[in-house]
């Protein structure tokens, strides 16, 4: 039924957001369009990596799933550097950081809590990326801000271009470590112990993914177009907009994933996508969208404001004391998803 659903607002959100650029129709009707057309599109997305998942194994199958839900907000930020819209770019990175580590992983803990009392996951992995998560928001993001209050806004953007060069670098080692030169040392495939069927061959799986993939590149663009008239409207601030909306819109995928793969209680996969795609964000999307700046108009320093800079911090501390021991239950869940509600109702304010 759901998948009906969403195959209906497929076929007509692609229309719709077509003839609605063509027609030039009203960006509030633009914005809720390619809003639900992304989200739909991102459903097919996520159906099409859980399928190469079964496949390739809780790992490559997390690891592919916050690749592709990433792919949605890498596409979107690009067509807002593009548009000039540094702050909401930033903000949508860290509305990604804070959205994966509270929303998806709290909601995903809370739904698989309801279903099991207790659930468990790799403490290796779990300790291993919480020295990741420490490094990538709490290092890389903070010291940027740090040096760039002596600096004038051209050695800003080297120290950034530095950075950015230094984290794609390290998040390539990263993963190389954990599939090639470690992989299984530390790591026991345990969901892998119950066979299951994937809903689409891998032929079939990829190319739904490139399909999905070049509509919500065109969808996304014209849902950028439409984001400072939307914030005008509802007296939005920009912040606002990349934080929560953005950010939501553009890792739908993802959030879906976790949270069917807790429910399934296969947590390896479900833990790997919300923190492996943290990772992502912080480690290769930031880095790369600085480098992707430096060929538009205006370029890209990675730097935060004080308030998302806080809350990207508070949010890797309070995921890493609840997930280094290697299990979960609901009530660690809604205590994650209450620090997101806590944080929205902030830059909502703010």
């Known amino acids: 039924m759901v998948n009906r659903i969403f195959l209906l607002l497929v076929l007509a959100g692609v229309p719709l957001t077509i ?17 639900v057309t992304i989200i739909a599109l991102s459903s097919y997305m996520g159906r099409a990596t859980e399928s190469l998942a079964i496949v ?74 919480s020295g990741l998560l420490m490094f990538a928001v709490v290092v890389a993001f903070v010291i940027p801000e740090v040096f760039s209050m002596n600096m004038d806004d051209q050695k800003t953007l080297q120290l950034s271009v530095g950075i950015s060069i230094a984290m794609i670098l390290l998040y390539l080692a990263a993963l190389y470590f954990k599939l090639v030169t470690h992989r299984g040392v530390y790591h026991v495939e345990r969901d892998q112990e119950h066979h299951e069927e994937p809903e689409w ?13 070049a509509a919500v590149a065109f969808v996304s663009e014209q849902l950028v177009h439409t984001l400072e008239a939307v914030a005008v409207s509802f007296g939005w601030s920009e912040l606002f907009i990349g934080i929560i909306i953005v950010a939501i819109v553009g890792n739908a995928a993802e959030h879906s994933s976790a949270i069917i793969m807790a429910y399934k209680n296969k947590m390896n996969v479900s833990v790997e ?16 969208l600085v480098l992707i700046s430096l060929f538009f108009e205006t ?14 911090a508070t949010a890797v501390l309070l995921t890493i004391v609840i997930t280094n021991d290697g299990d979960t239950n609901w009530f660690e ?12 109702i902030g830059f909502f304010l703010l």
């Not at 609605?20 to 009203?26: E, R």
């Not at 869940?333 to 929205?344: C, F, N, R, S």
Request: aromatic share 8%.
């Open 201 to 213: 061959s891998r032929g079939k799986a990829i190319a739904i993914l490139a399909a999905a993939t």
């Open 333 to 344: 869940g809604l205590t994650l998803l209450i620090a997101y509600v806590i944080m929205g």
């Open 273 to 288: 996508i919300a923190v492996g795609s943290t990772l992502q964000i912080a480690m290769f999307v930031a880095p790369l």
């Open 56 to 129: 390739a194994g809780p790992r490559i199958g997390g690891l592919l799933n916050a690749t592709f839900g990433n792919a949605v907000e890498l596409i979107i930020s690009i067509f807002a550097l593009k548009a000039g819209l540094i702050s909401v770019v930033l903000a949508s990175l860290t509305g990604s950081v804070i959205g994966n580590l509270l929303l998806v992983a709290g909601l995903s803990f809370f739904v698989g809590g309801l279903r099991y009392k207790r659930q468990s996951f790799d403490i290796y992995d779990a300790r291993h990326n």
């Open 19 to 35: 003839a609605g650029s063509l027609l030039h129709w009203p960006s509030i009707a633009m914005f809720g369009i390619s809003c």
């Open 299 to 312: 370029s890209m320093p990675l730097v935060f404001t004080l308030p998302e800079l806080v809350a990207m």
